[in-house]
């Protein structure tokens, strides 16, 4: 991926250079025609073409932020209510991710949901030990974060 953007830099300010002009506009045409000419060649990259990741992080990062306003709102509900009443437990979450940067985001991503904190992540790095503060509510919202987050993270990095 890091190869595929600067090659389409380095198309662009050839493109620019190339112009009549030296501008802002004729490096983002040029860009635009960076693209267009890397996505003709993308079959001799051995990677992804790179504006699919980059697709990809922009849709997690829409999926992070919805998470975080959901969580935001629970909090305050949980605050707000009158009396706490909360049942919390542990459980085990198996995953399916490789890499230490896939379980870590995904672990960071699950403590987003309220009242669950990632205690431990097994040595062979697919099981992760979560606590919950309200033991049924809890374990029903981790699960469903996480299945949408592994397809986000996967989606990323693969």
């Not at 009549?20 to 635009?32: K, P, Q, V």
């Not at 980059?54 to 605050?79: C, D, Q, R, T």
Request: net charge neutral; charged share 20%; proline share 4%.
């Amino acid at each position: 991926m890091p190869v595929q953007v600067l090659l389409n830099i380095f198309i662009a300010y050839l493109w620019m250079f190339l112009q009549e002009e030296m501008s802002i506009l004729s490096f983002i045409s040029g860009y635009f025609v960076g693209l267009f000419i890397l996505l003709c060649i993308r079959r001799f990259f051995n990677t992804r073409f790179y504006i699919f990741t980059l697709i990809a992080m922009g849709k997690l990062f829409i999926l992070f932020i919805h998470e975080l306003n959901i969580s935001a709102m629970m909090v305050v509900k949980h605050v707000l209510r009158p009396k706490i009443d909360v049942k919390p437990g542990i459980f085990k979450v198996e995953t399916d991710l490789e890499g230490d940067l896939e379980i870590t985001l995904l672990s960071l991503l699950i403590c987003l949901t309220p009242g669950s904190v990632v205690m431990e992540v097994t040595p062979n790095s697919k099981e992760m030990y979560i606590h919950g503060l309200n033991m049924p509510e809890s374990m029903d919202s981790v699960l469903k974060s996480k299945s949408v987050f592994e397809k986000a993270i996967k989606d990323v990095t693969r």
